[in-house]
């Protein structure tokens, strides 16, 4: 082992607002032991996701919140480094929920377990194209979305982990793909490297004006990751019979009770005969070969692009989850799990 302590992030203070350094408590204690049936486990990278905000809440949302004293629920890759299990063997990559810490006891495998890394498989993708960020794009785009061949996609948020794989998946159903994101080099991402077809910038443009231009007979699909202003005006410009699917509420910030302020234009579903439908990626859990397996083939074909933002470090995984509602991230915002020495006092995220 690379360390004699297992440091670990828990949960202190519920925000009110943002997400500060105040709301988790650097802890150091002792590397778990594996009981018969169990394998330990060294973390070594952590997925950062907006989801993780509602976590902080009092409230339960598609599961229960992370309690106080907690270790900070998360999902994360590692290597079996002890076993007494014959399901893992030493060597052995898992996947799955690890918590924001060095090491990780695991039992028995299931849903919200820590699950062996297929074969072939590159670990760190198991928190990307495999992870929440491509189940998610895949289920919303095809059976939300239902997209077409010929159809027109709006996704918002283009440059993050779920946006960008969401528009290349309806991309290579068929379908025109305009992505929003903020700043000129996200939307030169999203356009050259994501190929699609055209991004608004949000920042700089307007983005009424930018729809009517490049969709004048309105879009098919909306798949929404941020809410708000974006959502409105992608609402006032639909098609007959579009499809807008609820992917986020980034912009609300995911504040306890205050997902975002209903759309004042609303109606504009009526009015285009089209409807709105959430959903969380787990309600596929049956479905996840399939996803697998073609995510997987687009990939071999080198027709998928994932970018990564990395932060290093531990200490940097509170940083890393403020900075996904200030913007910082373009594709997946992963932490590197390194190992320091002990340290007597808390180091303090940036």
Same mark, same amino acid.
């Given at each position: 082992?690379?360390? +004699? ?11 009110? =607002?943002?997400?500060? $350094?105040?709301? %988790? =408590? ?11 049936? =169990? ?32 270790? !900070? ?5 590692? !290597? ?5 299990? #014959? ?6 990559? &898992?996947?799955?929920? +690890? ?6 006891? +695991?039992? $028995? ?10 074969? /072939? ?17 895949? %289920? ?10 010929? @159809? ?38 999203? +356009? ?12 700089? @443009? *307007? ?37 807008? &699917? ?6 609300? /910030?995911?504040? *306890? ?9 609303? !109606?504009?579903?009526? %009015? ?26 687009? $990939? ?11 932060? #290093? ?12 509602? =200030? ?24």
């Amino acid at each position: 082992m690379s360390t +004699t302590s297992n440091r670990q992030w828990v949960l202190k203070a519920r925000p009110r =607002e943002a997400v500060s $350094d105040d709301c %988790f =408590e650097w802890r150091e204690g002792p590397v778990p032991t594996p009981g018969p049936g =169990e394998a330990l486990v060294r973390v070594t990278w952590l997925a950062i996701e907006p989801t993780q905000r509602t976590w902080l809440n009092a409230n339960a949302t598609y599961i229960q919140p992370v309690a106080l004293g907690e270790v !900070m629920r998360g999902a994360g890759v590692g !290597m079996v480094i002890a076993s007494r299990t #014959e399901r893992l063997a030493v060597g052995d990559w &898992v996947a799955g929920l +690890t918590g924001w810490q060095d090491y990780v006891l +695991t039992g $028995d495998a299931g849903l919200f377990g820590l699950n062996k890394v297929p074969d /072939g498989v590159a670990p760190k993708a198991m928190l990307n194209l495999y992870g929440a960020s491509g189940l998610t794009a895949y %289920f919303g785009i095809t059976d939300v979305g239902r997209v077409a061949p010929g @159809e027109t996609v709006l996704v918002s948020a283009a440059a993050g982990s779920v946006g960008s794989i969401a528009g290349q998946v309806a991309r290579l159903r068929g379908c025109r793909v305009i992505g929003i994101a903020g700043g000129p080099h996200k939307a030169e991402w999203v +356009t050259r490297t994501a190929r699609f077809d055209a991004c608004i910038d949000y920042k700089s @443009e *307007d983005i009424r004006a930018r729809l009517r231009a490049l969709a004048p007979q309105g879009v098919d699909v909306v798949f929404d990751n941020v809410g708000g202003h974006v959502l409105e005006a992608a609402l006032d410009h639909l098609a007959r019979g579009a499809r807008v &699917v609820l992917s986020g509420s980034v912009a609300s /910030g995911y504040k *306890d009770g205050d997902y975002g302020t209903a759309p004042r234009n609303y !109606m504009q579903l009526g %009015f285009k005969r089209a409807r709105m439908e959430g959903f969380i990626f787990l309600d596929y859990v049956s479905r996840f070969p399939e996803a697998f397996r073609e995510l997987a083939a687009w $990939d071999a074909q080198g027709a998928l692009h994932c970018a990564e933002s990395i932060a #290093e470090g531990l200490e940097q995984a509170p940083s890393a989850l403020r900075g996904l509602f =200030e913007g910082r991230n373009v594709g997946k915002q992963l932490v590197r799990v390194t190992s320091i020495p002990c340290s007597s006092s808390p180091p303090r995220a940036q």
